[in-house]
């Protein structure tokens, strides 16, 4: 009998001891997959406000249109300046400014501008150059991400399907300037929703009881205040 009770003893403790690893091991297996999860949301968050900045900066406006905002990224084009050259001291101490010289060097009129002093003649060129160059869009916004899929802006990773919820709205500030406000913004719902439903449930909780009027998931940008496009990651 006394082999028995110990047998079981020491299976409880096994058990025990298992259950008490599966429950710290499943909190850090939660918090590493959150981690890789919310790092993809914000990237394509980051990705949205890129978008909106540049068209906002190229039509006077943002959008609360996904269609709008990734034809803009497919078949935009916007500008590069392009500029070489510089005036002396010399030029500068008397009196010339970038301004005038441009005026006389876009002129076309060589001999004006050698005239005033604008021609280098080691490049038999005019000494300062102040060019755009016009590009594509996704080129411009995206560097260096050649694999970059604009129709992807709209949706959320590991989020099944779903897509951002996106808004524009206009604010007065405390000065009376009007001003025009976005917000992108997925729950955290949306793209945990397949994970341990208590953990989830606990992490958006978590959010709900801190101060302030805070918003369970990932945002950038805001439809109640001017943030500058910040994100409630940053």
Not at 51 to 64: E, I, K, M, N
Not at 77 to 84: G, L
Not at 197 to 215: A, F, H, S, W
């Amino acid at each position: 009998m006394k082999v028995v009770m110990r047998v079981l003893l020491a299976v409880a403790i096994i058990l025990l001891a298992y259950v008490s690893w599966r429950s710290i091991q499943g909190q850090v297996d939660f918090d590493a997959e959150v981690a890789k999860r919310d790092k993809a949301v914000i990237q394509r968050l980051v990705d949205i406000r890129t978008a909106q900045v540049a068209l906002r900066a190229q039509s006077g406006s943002y959008t609360a249109s996904f269609d709008t905002l990734i034809q803009f990224v497919k078949d935009g084009r916007i500008a590069t300046v392009v500029k070489a050259g510089d005036l002396t001291e010399a030029q500068l101490e008397a009196g010339m400014t970038e301004v005038k010289a441009m005026q006389i060097i876009n002129s076309g009129n060589e001999k004006a501008i050698r005239d005033a002093g604008l021609w280098d003649e080691t490049k038999n060129a005019p000494q300062l150059v102040r060019d755009s160059i016009y590009s594509p869009a996704v080129q411009v916004l995206y560097p260096n991400r050649r694999n970059f899929i604009p129709d992807s802006l709209a949706f959320v990773p590991y989020g099944n399907g779903a897509k951002f919820e996106m808004g524009v709205d206009s604010l007065i500030t405390a000065s009376g300037y009007p001003i025009q406000v976005f917000e992108a913004k997925t729950h955290y719902s949306v793209y945990l929703g397949d994970l341990d439903k208590r953990l989830v449930d606990q992490k958006i909780q978590e959010v709900l009881d801190r101060p302030g009027n805070r918003y369970p998931g990932l945002q950038v940008g805001s439809l109640e205040m001017a943030n500058n496009n910040a994100g409630n990651w940053e």
